[in-house]
């Protein structure tokens, strides 16, 4: 039993992680209803150009700390431009312009919505491989932040660093929920996600909203990437691919676009696999994060998807 | 109050409005008439600040309007009902409203002109808390004219409020028209429904093909002739 | 550029364009699949085991490959389809890993002709050594690649203006009205998406001849991801876009060596670029029926 709960515990804690990262990407599809792929990339190219100046320059902790976020947002504005902005977002639009999203209910794609992926694929493939020419060895060091003592209480043990993590994504969904669903700010953004001509028609300034939120998505990447890699010391060129992963299940699990979804999805996430791991091994443990992201995209009922999706209606919180 | 003058906009090469000029004055309910695809939309569109013309002049109280945002223009006076509601399907009715005043800062008044909403249109207070997007027709047209009062229009545009709705509802919207009317906020409405438009509007344009070819009071428009070209678009056979 | 090296790239042009299409075809009706990378693998693995441990010829092994990937595509298809279009994509990449790790675990070792051959598991599946034994040189085997090639392309060309290549365009415009139209929407997206299993799992069967070792790691998801960014650039107006995309990306900027280990800088950059001003690729269906107009104007003017 007391095993069981151990596990559950490292899989919470793990799953918070995941959550963390999936922050971002859940909240840029909650406010511009588009999945970017170079989510995990911004943030690992911000991430090892931070390595770097740790490596060659000395930088300390903190100040790969700000490097990592501020740049992630820098490369999430280049991002923004090259393939959201310009192409403009989701969010049905007035039919005059003859593609209004009012008939695709089910399945048919917007054509924006493809592109923007194709883009942002583009720029995933772009970012990862500057990132891996900055730093070319496989194993490249990183601000080593994990604590050397456990706490343990009643038969159980947590790292406090890890428990700091978990705290992290907390008190960042409950702000960014609280930012969406009781400020002015946040409803505008709201508002210009789903519906972006009623949003101009009210006096929302729609690109800036949402360049706003993209670039605030992609620090929010840069902060999951620190907070990971620093527990760590260490950062491989795995990172894009397994936080776009990672996180990309996480918010599915919880309802894309929903901010407290990512948190449960990734604690949800977190919890299966430590399961899976202990009954059937490493390998079972990635095919179980498959099976489960598989069956709760099945199972959900028709146009609501994942534990908190309430379908086409869903708001980002 | 609004005067606009050789207005043109375009969609890439189809040119939508090949020079509009017509007047609304204040204190009136000023009518657009005409078939589908003379450009009425794309007109409110443009007025509103979605879409940039390509020539002319839009004046809202001597100033001039052509090159502000949406976001001007709705600060300086200008609310649209836009064609099929567009309501904020992910926001609560309140939220909507709370939207609708976006651009005000008078956060006590802002809450106060929503309780007023709710006094105007009582079905809206039944469903504050409810999804916008799971309104009925009417409803949503309702919602969607409260809050672009939220903002305290001197000049309501409204593009086509009655289209797809039950005959019952349509009487309570232009019931809503005639009662703001007598309020004295000025309304420039776009309608297809000759008939009901005839009872609360005093001055009437007709539109045709990007251009507007008649304008003149409800007694002018009664002509047969006229409103057979605002529903058909052709002439009567001699 | 040496011969053998331009035979060589020429073959891996050839059978990326049959991933490549097998992700144009379920874009042309309406969905994204970031899972075509496992049916490459399945059709790998199935045609490889015919001619190592059954000793089947090439062909009959290919067809193998390609009825398993029809089959399995179409399977799963049944619980996907009806998903949202994200849902939809991001259910075939979760699919796709399950049977990548499922191939992890597939161990069926045979003693043929003194070797030990076939799957085993994560460290592989060496020795498929069809082409070799029987002598099939380098440009006979391209030859053989680019007939597939050839034949995909003109059952496509050939469906295109007839009922059912229209009907599959006009789900892919519009899933909702193509059925208020009457159109078997499900049947017709099933159909496409098994098509699709198959094209994928001959390219791979041709693949694992070709390289004669395949392990479950190659057929990662950034294969599939690959697949459809080379379609949507190569554009959707014909199967030759996605072609092109290849073309554009391997033959291009690989051969060329220019930007050895920049090429993704590059190339991901050109790609993002030219898609801001280009949203629906090179070959979009605008520029297809512009091409088209003009070329039976010429044909009357001459």
């Known amino acids: 039993m007391l095993e069981f709960l151990q596990r559950t515990l490292d ?48 930088l300390p902790a903190w100040g790969v700390a700000l490097v990592v976020v501020g740049l992630a947002a820098l490369i999430g504005l280049y991002v923004e431009r090259l393939c959201f902005g310009a192409i403009g977002s989701g969010g049905s639009t007035q039919g005059h312009e003859g593609r209004g999203s009012a008939t695709r209910v089910g399945g048919g794609f917007d054509g924006t919505e493809v592109v923007a992926l194709a883009s942002s694929f583009a720029l995933w493939m772009q970012l990862e491989q500057l990132a891996v020419n900055l730093l070319p060895r496989h194993l490249n060091a990183f601000p080593d932040l994990a604590a050397r003592t456990e706490w343990g209480f009643f038969g159980l043990y947590l790292r406090p660093d890890r428990l700091a993590v978990a705290a992290l994504a907390l008190l960042i969904t409950l702000a960014l929920t609280r930012w969406l669903m009781h400020t002015r700010g946040g409803l505008a953004w709201r508002a210009a996600a789903t519906q972006r001509t009623a949003a101009g028609l009210v006096g929302i300034r729609v690109g800036q909203v949402q360049a706003t939120a993209f670039l605030v998505a992609c620090a929010l990447s840069g902060v999951a990437a620190f907070a990971v890699l620093s527990l760590e010391g260490q950062i491989t060129p795995m990172l894009g691919m397994w936080m776009l992963t990672k996180g990309l299940v996480a918010a599915m699990l919880g309802g894309l676009g929903s901010v407290r979804g990512v948190l449960l999805g990734g604690w949800l996430l977190g919890i299966v696999e430590a399961h899976a791991q202990a009954a059937f091994g490493a390998v079972g443990r990635e095919f179980a994060t498959y099976a489960l992201l598989f069956l709760v995209l ?5 146009g609501r998807s994942g534990l908190l999706g309430r379908g086409g209606l869903r708001h980002a919180a | 109050m609004l005067q606009i003058e050789g207005l043109a906009t375009a969609y890439g090469k189809i040119e939508a409005l090949k020079g509009v000029d017509l007047s609304v004055q204040g204190g009136q309910v000023t009518c657009l008439l005409g078939p589908n695809g003379a450009g009425k939309t794309t007109l409110m569109m443009t007025v509103a600040g979605i879409l940039k013309p390509k020539a002319g002049s839009i004046r809202f109280e001597g100033e001039e309007l052509v090159g502000k945002s949406s976001a001007d223009i709705v600060a300086r006076g200008l609310a649209l009902v836009p064609e099929n509601r567009l309501v904020f399907p992910a926001l609560t009715v309140r939220e909507n409203l709370q939207a609708g005043a976006f651009r005000r800062r008078d956060r006590n008044a802002i809450r106060d002109d929503i309780d007023r909403m709710f006094v105007r249109f009582p079905r809206l207070k039944e469903r504050v808390d409810q999804m916008a997007g799971t309104l009925s027709g009417g409803e949503q047209q309702m919602l969607a004219v409260a809050r672009a009062l939220m903002s305290r229009p001197r000049l309501l545009l409204m593009d086509e409020p009655s289209v797809g709705l039950a005959p019952l509802v349509v009487a ?4 809503i028209i005639r ?19 005839l009872k609360v509007a005093q001055q009437f344009y007709l539109m045709e093909q990007g251009r507007v070819t008649f304008s003149g009071t409800p007694g002018e428009m009664s002509s047969d002739d006229v409103i057979q070209r605002a529903y058909l678009g052709q002439r009567r056979a001699a | 550029m040496p011969l053998e090296q331009a035979v060589g790239l020429a073959t891996d042009i050839a059978i990326l364009s049959l991933l490549a299409l097998s992700a144009y075809l379920v874009l042309l009706v309406g969905r994204i699949s970031f899972g075509q990378q496992a049916y490459f693998a399945l059709g790998a693995y199935a045609s490889g085991m015919a001619s190592t441990l059954a000793g089947w010829a090439l062909a009959p092994s290919l067809l193998l490959g390609a009825a398993v990937g029809a089959v399995a595509s179409g399977l799963l298809a049944w619980p996907t389809l ?14 796709a890993e399950m049977m990548r790790i499922a191939l992890m675990r597939l161990h069926f070792i045979r003693e043929v002709d003194g070797y030990t051959v076939g799957p085993q598991g994560a460290e592989g599946f060496r020795d498929i050594r069809w082409l070799l034994e029987n002598d099939v040189s380098p440009g006979a085997f391209l ?73 479950p790691a190659l057929f990662d998801p950034m294969l599939g991801v690959h697949a459809v960014g080379y379609a949507l650039i190569g554009g959707l107006g014909t199967a030759l876009g996605p072609l092109l995309g290849v073309m554009f990306d391997i033959g291009l ?8 280990g920049w090429r993704m800088v590059v190339f991901g950059g050109l790609v993002a670029l030219f898609l801001r001003f280009r949203p629906r690729g090179l070959l979009d269906e605008a520029t297809v029926h512009r091409i088209g107009a003009a070329w039976r104007h010429f044909r009357r003017t001459s």
């Open chain 1, 298 to 302: 099945v199972a959900s009922p028709a």
């Open chain 3, 82 to 95: 009806r998903l949202s279009g994200l849902n939809y994509a991001v259910a075939t990449l979760a699919l």
């Open chain 3, 143 to 215: 030859l053989l690649c680019l007939a597939v090639l050839a034949a995909a392309l003109l059952v496509l060309a050939w469906l295109r203006p007839r009922r059912l290549g229209l009907a599959l365009r006009q789900v892919g415009h519009d899933e909702v009205l193509a059925a208020s139209q009457g159109l078997p929407v499900l049947r017709l997206q099933l159909l496409a998406v098994a098509a699709a299993g198959a094209l994928a799992a001959l390219g791979g069967g041709l693949y694992a001849h070709r390289a004669t070792y395949i392990e």
């Open chain 2, 179 to 197: 009662q703001l009317h007598s309020e004295g906020v000025s309304i420039f409405l776009v309608e297809q429904n000759a008939h009901m438009a």
């Open chain 3, 253 to 260: 900027l690989e051969a060329t060596k220019v930007f050895a």
């Open chain 1, 11 to 58: 899989g919470w804690l793990e799953g918070s992680a995941y959550a963390l990262v999936g922050l971002g990407l859940t909240l840029t599809f909650g406010t511009l209803r588009r999945l970017n792929l170079a989510y995990g990339a911004t943030a690992m190219l911000a991430a090892y150009v931070g390595a770097w100046l740790y490596a060659r320059q000395g």
């Open chain 2, 172 to 175: 309570e919207i232009f019931q």
